[in-house]
């Protein structure tokens, strides 16, 4: 890496012809116009294909997309897809497909549900007095418990 008084741009130049004069940052311009080139006759050539062109690696081309559909769909076109862009003057044996890691959705938040209010509570308490002794009955009580005063008392609740 070249001393760090040789990569600051002189006041009298601009920027992006700095970047243009330091080698590393040219190489680099290079790639991403070459991409981005490829990148587009790929999009001309299968307009519905929904993927990206990560790199080139010697004479295969790597692309990327989110769905493994995607990836079956970019091997069953291959050989289309090749002799459509070495038409336009790209030199490639091959293209590799990489999958694109995508972050899970984040979780949905969690809404707190508002308490049944005091009337609602005091008629599960009645409700639960009056059907018979089963499993209806403790799940009113349970219910009369966890959201008031109930036959439990709010020791429990």
């Known amino acids: 890496m070249p001393p760090p008084s040789r990569l600051k741009p002189s006041a009298s130049r601009p920027a992006l012809a700095w970047l243009r004069t330091e080698p590393v940052f040219a190489r680099l311009g290079e790639q991403a ?7 587009a006759d790929l999009l001309e050539t299968m ?13 295969t ?5 989110r769905h493994a559909a995607v990836a079956a769909r970019v091997r069953q076109l291959e050989p289309t897809l090749l002799a459509a862009l070495r038409r336009r ?3 490639l044996d091959r293209i590799r497909f990489k999958p694109q890691w995508q972050a899970p959705p984040a979780a949905p938040v969690r809404r707190v549900k508002d308490s ?7 008629r599960l308490e009645e409700l ?11 799940a009113l009580r349970r219910m009369a ?3 008031g005063t109930g036959p439990r008392g709010d020791a429990e609740g």
Do not use: C, M
Request: charged share 20%; glycine share 12%.
């Open 33 to 39: 116009s070459r991409i981005a080139a490829v990148q």
């Open 47 to 59: 307009p519905g294909l929904a993927v990206t062109v990560i790199a080139f690696e010697q004479d």
């Open 61 to 65: 081309l790597v692309v990327g997309a």
């Open 89 to 91: 003057g790209w030199k």
């Open 116 to 122: 049944p209010g005091a009337d609602a509570v005091a």
């Open 128 to 138: 639960s007095e009056q059907v018979g002794e089963g499993r209806l009955r403790a």
């Open 145 to 147: 418990a966890r959201h």
